[in-house]
């Protein structure tokens, strides 16, 4: 569901441990769909597969493989699957019903869960039915209300495709689906942070994922054509007009998590809160760009090809195919695990000495691309907006962690934070000097007469004061 939750460990080379697991999100359209989402860096991965017009679908024996290997690999009690593109509902519902039913033959006793991300537009009676019937989780994207979403998601010749998502979420919530949302902050509606999160909560989003868009464009592709390239890309490169910088991402965290401090914890779940609080109890974060090292989460595009992660999709990661070579085999090659042991190994020293390493690790590798003062060119572009964000929610954070720890509700935080609203406030009142004072700004006036009359509650309060002595 973008960013994936898993709680995998690094294995050694050539051999998983057991009891181990690994996520793999599948793409059974490849990049193909039906929008054209001017901020999407998946939808270029078309130029990896010239043949991709005839034979993008996943066929049934790539499916079959996927399903049953996937699941043996798999050395836990509960196997989640999680379906994503391009768009997975170009498969047609009777792709996932076979899904279902391969699950149900190889299960071998555990349980199958699944997870499917979509943009919503192809929704109806019939794929809602089937979604609640089989209790797929659902990650609908949608970027906030129309003028905003409409932004970047549009259709293939340029139409908004707000009504049409829209409509989607509505069939989903008639059918009693279980979804949550996914939006993407770009430079537009990380402007607008509160909007955002009002419209996704009157719309009934329990749980919203916010996540950063940030790509590097090349003046000209590269030998296989790709043009937003990784970070490890050393020619001229960019970053794109739509994505967020890391001060509009800072701040559009930091308002909703003060919206959200006050009055939604416990109602309202959003995934970055939720791994903050996580780290500040103690636990390894379970979010991937979080986690000390990655490589637990790869992608596997409608081909049977295996790649290192849903942002690393370059011929240089690809790890194999699981026609030719099984997926747990593949999932524990050294070029995965080097690939993993990366993000903790080339850290700079900024960051290892930096008070949040905890809860941040570096953050996702795709956006290791800044240089930082000790010449490690591997500084997080969001850097600053994990600062911004981590320092400011601090104080909550860890009366939350406390409350836990003292087996009380988390959001039992938002009393602490009414009572250090309101001491704020009687300490300003204190502090506001009376109409026929002279005005603090040294202007020589009295404070009715200059800062008060610009400010007709402070003008107020010192009039019922005064009215009162």
Not at 49 to 57: C, G, H, L, T
Not at 161 to 180: C, I, T, W
Request: charged share 20%.
């Amino acid at each position: 569901m973008g960013e994936v939750d898993h709680k995998a460990r690094e294995a050694p080379a050539g051999r998983l441990k057991q009891g181990a697991a690994f996520h793999v999100m599948a793409k059974p359209s490849g990049p193909v769909c039906n929008l054209d989402c001017q901020y999407c860096f998946y939808l270029e991965k078309d130029r990896l597969y010239p043949d991709r017009a005839r034979n993008w679908r996943m066929t049934p024996e790539i499916q079959e493989l996927y399903i049953r290997q996937y699941i043996e690999a798999q050395d836990v009690p509960v196997v989640n699957f999680a379906w994503q593109g391009g768009e997975p509902t170009l498969m047609g519902v009777d792709f996932f019903r076979r899904v279902v039913q391969l699950q149900q033959r190889y299960a071998g006793g555990k349980t199958i869960t699944n997870a499917f991300q979509t943009n919503g537009v192809l929704l109806d009676d019939e794929w809602g039915e089937f979604l609640a019937a089989n209790q797929f989780l659902v990650g609908l994207s949608i970027d906030g209300p129309q003028p905003l979403h409409d932004r970047y998601r549009v259709d293939k010749r340029g139409r908004p495709s707000f009504d049409r998502v829209y409509a989607g979420l509505q069939m989903l919530r008639k059918h009693g689906v279980e979804f949550n949302t996914l939006t993407v902050v770009q430079a537009d509606n990380a402007t607008q942070p509160l909007q955002v999160y009002e419209f996704l909560r009157a719309e009934g989003s329990g749980f919203m994922q916010f996540i950063p868009i940030v790509e590097r464009l090349t003046p000209s592709p590269r030998e296989d054509g790709l043009t937003l390239i990784d970070p490890s890309f050393e020619g001229g490169a960019h970053v794109t007009r739509w994505s967020v910088s890391p001060q509009q991402y800072g701040r559009f965290l930091n308002t909703i998590f003060d919206q959200w401090v006050r009055r939604d914890v416990g109602q309202v779940f959003v995934q970055l809160f939720d791994v903050a609080l996580s780290a500040w109890v103690g636990h390894q974060p379970s979010l991937c760009i979080f986690a000390p090292t990655c490589g637990n989460a790869m992608v596997i595009e409608h081909n049977g090809d295996l790649y290192s992660c849903d942002h690393f999709v370059y011929p240089e990661y690809r790890l194999g195919n699981i026609a030719q070579q099984d997926i747990r085999e593949l999932a524990a090659t050294p070029l995965q695990v080097r690939f993993g042991q990366d993000k903790r190994d080339t850290l700079p020293q900024v960051c290892r000495e930096c008070a949040y390493l905890f809860a941040c690790n570096g953050g996702c590798p795709k956006h290791r691309f800044g240089p930082a003062n000790d010449g490690n060119n591997r500084l997080n572009h969001l850097c600053r907006s994990y600062r911004m964000f981590f320092g400011h929610v601090s104080p909550y954070i860890r009366m939350m962690a406390d409350l836990l720890q003292q087996g009380r509700p988390a959001a039992q935080v938002m009393e602490w934070v009414l009572h250090q609203d309101r001491r704020r406030i009687a300490a300003a009142d204190s502090r506001r000097p009376g109409r026929n004072d002279p005005c603090p700004c040294q202007s020589g006036r009295k404070y009715k007469n200059c800062c008060g009359r610009s400010n007709p509650a402070a003008a107020a309060s010192s009039r019922g004061r005064a009215n009162t002595s």
